[in-house]
Nanobody, 115 residues
Framework: QVQLVESGGGLVQAGGSLRLSCAASGSIFSINGMGWYRQYPGKQRELVAR???????NYADSVKGRFTISRENAKNTVYLEMNSLKSEDTAVYYC?????????WGQGTQVTVSS
């Protein structure tokens, strides 16, 4: 089992920045992928950004150039630096861990961008 604890969500004005963190614990395998997804009310979760344990990243087109994903393997922690936030970034953000065919999710953290 893997547990994911997220932090860093909140309320911010449009154009502002937030940093999300997600710490993984439990049965962590060294080769894994971690990422962030978001979910709008009544919609399915969508990928925001993800990063492999070797550092390869990919981003949703809507956040390219504004968001940066990074990780500290020694701490099993992934970060999402969000800049130039827009009202359409308002959503619940979920941390994701996947390895050896298993997928785990965090509890979600609300990000609200006021215009």
């Amino acid at each position: 089992q893997v547990q994911l604890v997220e932090s860093g969500g909140g309320l911010v004005q449009a154009g502002g920045s937030l940093r999300l963190s997600c710490a993984a614990s439990g049965s962590i395998f060294s080769i894994n992928g971690m990422g962030w997804y978001r979910q709008y009310p009544g919609k399915q979760r969508e990928l925001v950004a993800r990063i492999t344990s070797s550092g390869s990243t990919n981003y949703a087109d809507s956040v390219k150039g504004r968001f940066t994903i990074s990780r500290e393997n020694a701490k099993n922690t992934v970060y999402l630096e969000m800049n130039s936030l827009k009202s359409e970034d308002t959503a619940v953000y979920y941390c994701n861990y996947r390895s050896l065919g298993s997928v785990y999710w965090g509890q979600g953290t609300q990000v609200t961008v006021s215009s």
